[in-house]
């Protein structure tokens, strides 16, 4: 069974991998702070750009973890085998190549594998866009991939 941590802060980013994760062999747990999933060998650690709490990370142990893009100290601090970016920089492995009101178009800027490991590879998703927050749009996206789901159409 899969252990997947979700790092927020009450962004409901939690509840929306739940429902992504249904039918899986995963176990979802929500913090808000990183001491309280501490001791846990996650399969998944997914960071929402609200998370804070960046001393915590240390003690934390996950084999991939999908976090924001442009926090040099926590990707130092956070023991994984491999992580994920997204965000809107050029270098995050996810980005928004456009977004509108009703469509965003969201760009898979490296290959990375699955946590069953398939590869995903270098892409163009479109998806609905509800008006969420950008990045947690692509934190979602992000976790949907992982999970070997495309993001919900």
Excluded: K
Aim: proline share 8%; charged share 15%; glycine share 12%.
């Amino acid at each position: 069974m899969w252990q997947i941590g979700v790092w927020e802060r009450d962004e409901g980013l939690a509840e929306r991998i739940s429902g992504l994760a249904e039918g899986l062999p995963a176990l979802v747990r929500a913090c808000r702070h990183p001491a309280l999933l501490a001791g846990l060998a996650l399969d998944l650690l997914v960071v929402s750009p609200g998370a804070s709490g960046w001393a915590g990370a240390g003690a934390l142990a996950c084999r991939t973890a999908l976090l924001p893009g442009g926090l040099a100290a926590l990707t130092r601090a956070l023991p994984a085998d491999a992580l994920i970016s997204y965000g809107p920089a050029p270098r995050n492995t996810l980005t928004l190549s456009s977004l509108d009101g009703q469509r965003a178009s969201v760009a898979v800027q490296r290959e990375f594998l699955t946590l069953d490991g398939r590869a995903v590879e270098r892409q163009e998703l479109i998806l609905p866009y509800a008006g969420e927050p950008p990045e947690l749009l692509l934190a979602q996206a992000g976790a949907a991939l992982l999970l070997g789901r495309l993001p919900p159409g």
